[in-house]
């Protein structure tokens, strides 16, 4: 499973958009790149996932190069309640199931 | 939107008793997994379960850990003999695995809690 580094922590203001840069510099051809969302007391919540260049949802946009050594979780428009952890999972492939393994995530502080 | 249901949301044991974690994961889901986060770290890797049997565990997933779909609905987590540093929640997740289709779907948690 690859291994990935993000920043330990992040500050913004409300009204601002969030970008959070992972790294995962040993990324198989066949691994999926997702990110996960946790606050306090409860299960990490799937965002969103992609394979390469940009993929966009209703809640976060995610950029890949095309080397798809790093990915950008972009959130546009930051609201306190974005206040969380931010976790980038590697892995999986088109037909694997089993361990996820979680790094230490971001976490993101949004100040009114 | 479809959930996956984790029973009970706190629990309290004492030292050395056995406790079931029970989880109801959703309907057309293949794949199924346990993971726990101690307070204040990351969240951990238990065990995976797919077409009835473990796939995968983590070095955490000892012989005191077992897991069970008794009834094709209910996926369970067993702990025989409980230790202080089994207090965490756990976390019950779910995966229909298709093309394009990662995500887990996670539980609530249970808090679990030895005294």
């Known amino acids: 499973l690859a291994k990935t580094t993000q920043p330990i922590s992040m500050d913004s203001y409300e009204g601002q958009e969030v970008n959070i840069t992972c790294s995962h510099n040993?990324?198989?051809?066949?691994?999926?790149i997702t990110w996960y969302q946790q606050f306090p007391s409860q299960g990490p919540r799937f965002i969103i996932q992609?394979?390469?260049t940009k993929v966009t949802n209703e809640v976060a946009s995610l950029f890949i190069p095309a080397d798809r050594k790093s990915s950008t979780l972009s959130l546009p428009r930051v609201s306190l309640s974005d206040t969380a952890v931010y976790y980038c999972l590697v892995g999986g492939g088109r037909t694997g199931g089993f361990k996820t393994i979680f790094g230490a995530g971001t976490r993101l502080f949004v100040k009114a | 939107e479809p959930e996956v249901t984790q029973t009970p949301s706190h629990q309290v044991t004492q030292m050395g008793q056995e406790v079931i974690l029970r989880c109801v994961p959703i309907s057309n889901h293949l794949y199924f997994y346990w993971y726990r986060q101690i307070l204040g770290q990351k969240v951990e890797f238990l065990v995976s379960f797919y077409n009835n049997e473990i796939s995968e565990k983590s070095e955490i997933f000892d012989d005191q850990f077992s897991v069970e779909r008794p009834d094709g609905s209910n996926f369970t987590l067993k702990i025989r003999s409980t230790k202080l540093e089994d207090s965490a929640m756990y976390f019950c997740?779910?995966?229909?695995?298709?093309?394009?289709?990662?995500?887990?779907?996670f539980g609530s948690g249970t808090r679990l809690t030895v005294v």
């Open positions: 997740a779910s995966k229909f695995l298709g093309l394009n289709n990662y995500g887990y779907t």
């Open positions: 040993n990324i198989a051809t066949n691994d999926y």
């Open positions: 992609g394979y390469k």
